[in-house]
């Protein structure tokens, strides 16, 4: 292992999963794992083996093998009428309880956001400055574990309720697609597509202004605000104060996961979702078909004996509301609380630089969460006795020493899993990282996400840097996808991700976007290397 994490056994015994889904290819730097894995295995064990007790699992642990998460999921350990009585609580006041939910993830990530990381210039007038600044990192740390807590508190539960529909249709139609069954639950107005629906807004109305070719000859988002803030025209000033109103909380979305500090956040390259807008502007809104999931379950309620008409109902509705949060959750904690929390992170790499503690302030990222901590003390002591930092030297061979680790990390591939995989009960594992198939052979195969059929020139995806490679017709082939990727994506014929299964991201998009997907396709990144051509097939 590259840095210290908590690890109570060996990957080698069990099975453990390799989590391309939430991390991608790339190794882990230190300090991410601090606020990702360390905090993961904390909270999601807490609410499978403590709080709920549930029947699928007990809990969860990570080892980092060659700097990548393999994940384990422990068999269940339940107490008894533990989970009964908790489950009913949560069903019957679901709502209830996830409008206070976002309540109380706002409110951690804007006292998140006001966290004190500055120094004054000479004389401290206001008190005990350093002081304010060492809070702030305990506080961070808390309120990233706060962050995570809120995270797992519906998660296990909705995908139980996701494999218990699951369940029920496929029990009365074992034929029945598993887009079938997803597409019954989507909805309109889930709020991790709003950023793309903000920017469609974005563009009608800069063409009910007049003013959509004036937008799509600029260069780059900077040009734009700049001449736009000097404009005497009030339709470039009144389109300007809407692009600014959904910064925040719509453009504080990650790039990729939201898992990792490197990932690009539109907050912080506006030319991203600018880029994305000249796209709408050029080729208009999506058009989708919203009704065809309530065609498809009143398809299948009819199909149903009438005496378990009223069941499938119950569990649909039950099904659409866990839908609603498992994919709204991850925007407001991993795409709008992990992109505030990155930003401040940055902020006391910035300061630690500054004290003469660090080299840059990208060099935090190499530190443990405890490193960090003890070059604050460091570097303020220093500040304060006016001698500088005394322990840099030490630190910065340190860093130097994981850079290199890192980096010949970086060009390894472990395996996909570690031991031999058992029989799953967990549905969080089936429905999201699609483990539990079989895969093997000369033919790359995965999960029908999205229906159809296309036929086209592969582009790899690798990071969505990549993304300007997707032109119109192509296959896009990746390991995993994002919501921020859809208005590239548009061009796609079909998607193929490495990862993921029927209620992943990559699944979910492709039938947003009416894309033919096929998900949980290892090895399909390699594969096309020695393919010129792609036939995707999700019926």
Known sequence: ?????????????????????????????????????????????????????????????????????????????????????????????????YAEWKKEVVAIIEEMSRLPVDLPEGVDLNGAAPYRVIESWLKLYLLWLRLWFKHYEFLMLGYLIYQLFYKFIKTFFPDAPDHHISEMLAQRDIDTFRPTKELERLAELARELGIAERLAAFSNAAEMERSFAESGDPKERKWLEEWNAVKYPWFYISTGTGFLHWEERWIDNLDIPFTYLKKLLKEGPSRKDEERGEVLARGYADLLPESYRGVFYKYLEAARRAYRYIEEHSFYVEHLGFTVGYRKIREFGFLLAKLGVLEREDDIWYLTWGEVLEALLDGLTGWCNLTGPAAHKVLRMRIAERKALLEKMASSQPPTHIGEQGEVSDANLALLHGVGRKTGGDVVAGIAASPGRARGRVVVVKSPRDLEKVVEGCVVVTSTISPTWIPALRLAAAVVSESGGAMSHAAIIARELGKPAVVGAAGAPLFSKMATRWRSTAI
């Open 1 to 97: 292992m590259m840095y210290p994490l908590r690890q109570s056994r060996k990957p080698e015994e069990g099975f453990w999963y390799r989590d391309v889904v939430h991390f991608g290819d790339a190794p882990l730097y230190p300090l991410d794992s601090y606020f990702t894995v360390s905090m993961m295995d904390l909270a999601q064990s807490y609410y499978y083996g403590r709080y709920f007790s549930m029947p699928t699992s007990s809990g969860r642990d990570t080892a980092l093998v060659e700097g990548r998460p393999f994940r384990t999921s422990y068999p269940p350990r339940p107490f008894a009428d533990i989970f009964e009585r908790r489950a009913r609580e949560y069903l019957e006041n679901w709502d209830a309880k």
